[in-house]
């Protein structure tokens, strides 16, 4: 095998590479997709109240089934659309549920709190 000078590498790559140039730049490092996947791409998915179809458009996925099998555990997530899962658990909305489910009623238990209770109006 022989090796290429750095200027034969970048005419190499400017020459069959253009589709690529200006495209974004991954952010570095990704996620780690989590052993319990399953279960947090659940709880994402009912508390911004989202169906798989709907899910699976808000993060760029093919479709229903791709979440239905990561739900069911038999696909794993990629890092990139788990960084997308992520983002979505971030959104101001699921924040909120997250942070209404925290709160504990008198009796100890969770308390039911309605998510248009949270907005303060």
């Given at each position: 095998?022989?090796?290429?000078?750095?200027?034969?590498?970048?005419?190499?790559?400017?020459?069959?590479?253009?589709?690529?140039?200006?495209?974004?730049?991954?952010?570095?490092?990704l996620p780690t997709v989590p052993d319990?996947?399953?279960?947090?791409?659940?709880?994402?998915?009912?508390?911004?109240?989202?169906?798989?179809?709907?899910?699976?458009?808000?993060?760029?996925?093919?479709?229903?089934?791709v979440v239905y099998q990561w739900e069911?555990?038999?696909?794993?997530?990629?890092?990139?659309?788990w960084q997308r899962v992520l983002e979505?658990?971030?959104?101001?909305?699921?924040?909120?549920?997250?942070?209404?489910?925290?709160?504990?009623?008198?009796?100890?238990?969770?308390?039911?709190?309605?998510?248009?209770?949270?907005?303060?109006?």
């Open positions: 095998m022989r090796c290429a000078s750095r200027a034969a590498g970048q005419l190499f790559l400017a020459r069959h590479y253009r589709c690529f140039s200006g495209q974004e730049i991954c952010p570095a490092p319990d996947y399953d279960k947090r791409l659940r709880v994402v998915r009912s508390r911004s109240g989202l169906s798989q179809g709907a899910l699976a458009r808000r993060i760029g996925a093919a479709d229903k089934a069911s555990r038999k696909r794993t997530p990629s890092p990139v659309l979505l658990e971030c959104e101001p909305a699921v924040c909120q549920v997250n942070t209404a489910a925290l709160l504990v009623s008198g009796s100890g238990r969770p308390g039911r709190i309605r998510v248009s209770s949270l907005g303060g109006h």
